[in-house]
């Protein structure tokens, strides 16, 4: 099944593609099909997902703020303008040190 938020050949706003909610996260999926999909996210501060495996490599890219990943228990800060890889397999997490928004795209090939 493919879906698709946003329309295409169409300039969005990467800051503004998705608002922290206030003690929340909140997502937003930008396009989805059989190569993978595209996720925007904003966390609070304080807020994160748990630790987890995924059976596909993810590349997490933090549009604003600032985040605390771990990858198979090693901790990386993370900031604004930089990215980094959650490879498959690994148990990884993400933890907001600060409210931020990223984008998360799953690569399923």
Do not use: W
């Not at 922290?20 to 904003?42: H, P, R």
């Not at 059976?55 to 990215?83: C, N, T, W």
């Amino acid at each position: 099944m493919e879906t698709q938020a946003f329309q295409p050949a169409k300039v969005y706003k990467l800051k503004t593609s998705v608002n922290v909610a206030e003690g929340g996260i909140v997502s937003k999926q930008f396009l989805k099909n059989k190569g993978g999909n595209i996720t925007f996210f904003a966390f609070d501060k304080g807020q994160g997902l748990s630790e987890h495996t995924a059976p596909f490599d993810a590349l997490v890219q933090v549009i604003e703020g600032e985040a605390e990943v771990s990858i198979d228990r090693q901790k990386y800060i993370v900031h604004e303008g930089e990215m980094i890889l959650m490879p498959a397999n690994l148990p990884h997490a993400l933890q907001a040190r600060q409210s931020f928004k990223m984008c998360l795209t799953m690569l399923k090939d």
